[in-house]
């Protein structure tokens, strides 16, 4: 008999948010990653989904160029709130 042993779950990819208002579309970066960007195609940053225990949270991110690291601007219920904190920030 032969066990079997999981260690994780292959990463299935979340179909793309959808936003509210027309100022902004977001394009698939990786699995749950998407950059925001404007009407002039103007990266505004970035929108994460982030496991949490009470469901699915909408994180905000700028990358910095310097060091390369993602910086966290804020997490949020709603992709749209989100993507007004990147707009406005």
């Known amino acids: ?26 394009v698939r970066a990786a ?12 990266v505004l940053g970035h929108l994460r989904i982030v496991a949490d225990p009470l469901g699915i949270r909408y994180r905000a991110e700028r990358l910095h160029l310097a060091t390369g690291v993602f ?8 992709a749209d709130d989100a993507v007004a904190a990147l707009r406005y920030c």
């Not at 990463?11 to 027309?22: E, F, G, H, N």
């Not at 910086?71 to 709603?78: K, L």
């Open 1 to 26: 008999m032969s066990e079997s042993l999981t260690t994780s779950l292959p990463d299935v990819p979340y179909a793309t948010p959808r936003l509210s208002s027309p100022r902004e579309h977001l």
């Open 31 to 42: 699995d749950h990653l998407w950059r925001v960007q404007d009407r002039r195609e103007h």
């Open 71 to 78: 910086r966290v601007i804020g997490e949020f219920w709603r």
